[in-house]
């Protein structure tokens, strides 16, 4: 007697004669893991900002935020905080690459700006990994520091792309965020923990004291006091769960 045999089911069916679903790889379900990364970044020679915060190393310079114009332009809205109050927009027309500034107000210790400039070299880099830096960040003597959150796998390429306009670049802190890209700090305590940073608060021994700093920040002793307190335990506790 002659025996029947069955047909082989083609790869794209089951026994059944039904499709058969793709399989999906358990790493292709999972998404990439979020990384939070703090980088301190040495601007090449070029960038307006480079040049003026070479050429004055105690103001201290915060990025508040951007805008892409188009054109190789870039609209940044900058804060300048200087010890004596100077017309800092006269100087910073004449830097290579500005286009146009507007200043938010007059002249005094704290200057806000509005430049149109050529844009970074950076830009293109961040757009082609569909990533961010967290607004606002300092630049002293030359040297941005940002922060940048996003899919493990993208933060990392970005780091090696950026290596090659900027080989010094020094990783300050890296941590897996599990919640989100959430905010350990207030904008508020941000802003001061930074502050504080860059004036040598935290350093061994410090640059400056308690007092001189309230000074400075135009703060009550006993209020930065308990503010740097809360910032510093927020901070730790973070660093307990993380380990």
């Known amino acids: 007697m002659e025996r029947r045999t069955r047909p082989t089911p083609s790869s794209g069916q089951s026994r059944r004669g039904r499709p058969r679903r793709p399989r999906v790889s358990s790493s292709a379900r999972r998404p990439s893991p979020l990384l939070a990364c703090r980088i ?39 804060r300048l905080r200087s010890p004596e109050a100077t017309p800092w927009e006269e100087e ?17 210790p704290v200057t806000l700006l509005r430049v149109v400039h050529r844009t970074s070299a950076f830009v293109p880099i961040f757009r082609r990994y569909q990533l961010m830096r967290r607004f606002p960040f300092p630049v002293e003597a030359g040297v941005a520091t940002w922060v940048v959150v996003g899919p493990e796998i993208k933060v990392r390429r970005l780091l090696d792309a950026m290596r090659s306009k900027a080989p010094d670049l020094t990783v300050e802190s890296v941590r897996h965020d599990s919640a989100q890209g959430r905010e350990i700090l207030t904008p508020r305590q941000e802003e001061l923990f930074r502050r504080a940073m860059a004036e040598g608060y935290f350093e061994v021994p410090r640059r400056v004291t308690l007092t001189a700093l309230a000074a ?9 006091s308990e503010a740097l307190a ?6 730790l506790e973070e660093r307990r769960v993380l380990s």
Request: hydrophobic residues 40%; glycine residues 8%; positive net charge.
């Open 230 to 235: 809360i910032i510093e335990k927020k901070l």
């Open 92 to 108: 910073i027309r004449t830097l290579p690459g500005v286009l146009h500034v507007d200043p938010l107000g007059p002249p005094g």
């Open 216 to 224: 400075r920040l135009g703060m009550a002793v006993s209020s930065l």
């Open 40 to 78: 301190r970044v040495p601007l090449p020679d070029g960038p307006w900002i480079q040049r003026f915060s070479r050429a004055h190393p105690d103001v201290h310079i915060e990025v508040l935020n951007r805008l892409d114009l188009g054109r190789d332009r870039t609209l940044t809205e900058v």
